[in-house]
């Protein structure tokens, strides 16, 4: 296999853990929506912990994106 298609194919494979990011952003916007209909009066206490866990899971979903980009344009 050639250098340059194996970089191609491993820059795919880490660009994987951006569609990893994205379940996890559906399933934390998903339950916070059902638990603050079900209980509207701690909605406003959950809403800190739902932008903390979207800043980790976007977090994960940039760090992916950034390792596609370090596989293509390094030496």
């Known amino acids: ?7 191609l194919i491993g820059a795919g494979l880490a660009t994987l853990g951006m569609g990893g990011a994205g379940i996890g952003l559906g399933i934390l916007f998903g339950n ?3 638990a603050s209909i079900r209980n509207p009066s701690a909605a406003g ?6 932008f903390v866990g979207l800043g980790l899971t976007e977090t994960m979903g940039i760090f992916a994106l950034v390792i596609a980009f370090m596989i293509l344009f390094t030496g």
């Open 1 to 7: 296999m050639e250098p340059a298609a194996a970089k």
């Open 32 to 34: 916070y929506l059902q």
């Open 45 to 50: 206490q959950e809403r800190l912990w739902l």
